[in-house]
């Protein structure tokens, strides 16, 4: 499916149905926005008054036990919209109470997933700019500047990598809902395979929405229209799926039928 056939048939579903999607949307930014609000106040107060190793390390947990807070009370909004946006384009939905478990699995993996790419692109920034300012090596080392030089464009491609994690386990959100019982890891992994060559085209829908996502009151036609892109793109992949098994079925058919008849032959000589 093209963007314009994506972005009609979005505003075709969401026709209805805008309030019943926008109303938990609000619940959603509304936690969020006092989770924000939270974590700036903590953080001036931190740099402020208390910057101290013992301070930072409390701060850091209770930041975590708030993300955790946020997600528990966003998970059943979350599935409302994905459950509403999906029924608006006439496909199936599994039960709610399923549907929470593999959703929190989902948020257990994505927020481990953002933690280690965190980590990873840190320890690059440190990396580099430990080698301009290290006096191990000479000042006028030409191999010194390159090496701190690299870390611009392996940032940049670990940002890529978590944009496209991202990407998939928004996805992955989407093919719980549709179906919970393949599980938070079989949505994942199912997902990346979906998506393999495809990101470029979800960035593009994500750029082109990028002002109903900036908007709240147009975030319901942003998020059915990325609801509709995963689950379009699922049923596309598997018809694609099912396309290349019955080729390389016939393919063996033929081959098996090709060995026996020259067998044949073979033995007729």
Known sequence: MKQRQLYRFSKTA????????????LVISA??????VLSLTGAYFLCRYYFTLAAILI??????????????????????????????????????????????????????????????????IFLGFWLISTDSFDNRSVYRLLMAFQAIPAAVVILWLRLKLFICFAGAEVLSVGDPSLGAWKSICRCAKMLSGQYGFAVGVMLRNLRSIILPFLLPVSVQ??????????????????????????????????????????SST
């Open 14 to 25: 969401i026709k209805g149905g805008y309030i019943e999607v926008l109303s938990p949307i």
């Open 31 to 36: 936690v969020y926005l006092v989770y924000l």
């Open 59 to 124: 701060w850091c947990g209770a930041r975590l036990i708030m993300k955790m807070l946020t997600i528990l009370l966003t998970v059943r909004s979350r599935a409302a919209v994905i459950r509403r946006c999906i029924v608006r384009i006439s496909l199936p939905c599994g039960y709610e109470r399923s549907i929470h478990r593999v959703l929190l699995r989902i948020y257990f993996f994505k927020e481990l997933a953002v933690f280690v790419s965190r980590l990873i692109f840190a320890s690059v």
């Open 225 to 266: 229209t990325l609801v509709s892109y995963f689950s379009v793109r699922y049923i596309e992949w598997q018809h694609q799926k099912q396309e290349e098994e019955c080729y390389n079925e016939q393919a063996d058919i033929y081959s098996m039928h090709k060995g026996a008849f020259e067998a044949g032959d073979f």
